[in-house]
């Protein structure tokens, strides 16, 4: 699967959006689904920009998006520090407003709006995988 | 991403407009913020040129509606939440935080 590599800064996130957008689009997911793919997408590399890279501007990241056998799949790869989503607490959706807690819900919607989200430790960096099946 | 403010007798509109990500959440925050520093505390959110807003925007929306709900101040309402976000802030579980009108205006004339 052919990747794209975006310098490790938010600004990279309109073109991510725009990527995986297309890829969706052209497969002939829902305009709710695109959106999902497209939020999904940017949850992800927000999180490797602001935790892997802790602001790095100068590291990269690879992102690779692909439609096959009904299934979109969407990697990212950073050679940065190690984050585990799946080590994120889940938020509290019910708790008061001045309980409800800042962070971990990028993580909590980028699994609601997938159907798979895996995380490994590879011999070539940190690679999460989201995926979405069409309906 | 872009905002505007207009200035009501009991609140004031703040119009925004393009994407809320993790770039552009910052300006956004400032933007909610310029009220509170002139002592305005119920604010009206129109979002109904809002193409795309992640859990940055998120993020801002409840520091915004903690800082105006203190001391029973003031609050943050939505008005024209386009259907994608809608569908999002439900997800994130945000429609319990903030009450939702279809027109800025009816929303306005609330506070």
């Known amino acids: ?102 962070g971990g819900l990028g993580i909590y919607l980028m699994r609601k709006l997938m159907d798979e989200v895996r995380y490994e430790i590879t011999g070539a960096g940190n690679l999460l995988t989201l995926v979405k099946r069409k309906a | ?39 305005v505390y119920k604010l009206v959110i129109d979002m109904s040129d809002l193409e795309y807003m992640s859990s940055a925007g998120f993020r801002a929306l409840l520091a915004a509606q903690r800082n105006c709900k203190r001391y029973n101040r003031g609050e943050v309402l939505l008005a024209a939440v386009p259907v994608r976000i809608q569908e999002a802030l439900d997800l994130a579980g945000f429609t319990e935080l903030f009450k939702t009108y279809k027109e800025p205006l009816e929303a306005v004339g609330s506070l």
């Open chain 2, 1 to 39: 991403m872009d905002t505007s403010t207009k200035e009501f007798k009991h609140c004031n509109l703040i119009k925004v407009s393009g994407r809320v990500d993790s770039s552009t959440a910052t300006k956004f925050s400032q933007a909610l913020e310029a009220n509170f520093d002139r002592g």
């Open chain 1, 1 to 102: 699967m052919p990747a794209l590599t975006f310098p490790a800064s938010f600004d990279s996130l309109d073109e991510i959006r725009e990527y995986v957008g297309k890829i969706a689009r052209d497969a002939g997911f829902s305009d709710q689904d695109v959106y999902s793919i497209q939020l999904a997408a940017d949850e992800a590399a927000s999180n490797v920009i602001e935790h892997a890279y802790a602001g790095n501007s100068k590291a990269t990241f690879e992102l690779s998006c692909a439609f096959r056998n009904d299934r979109l799949v969407v990697t990212l790869l950073d050679h940065g520090k190690q984050f585990d989503p799946s080590k994120v607490p889940q938020p509290d959706l019910k708790a008061d407003l001045s309980d409800r807690k800042i």
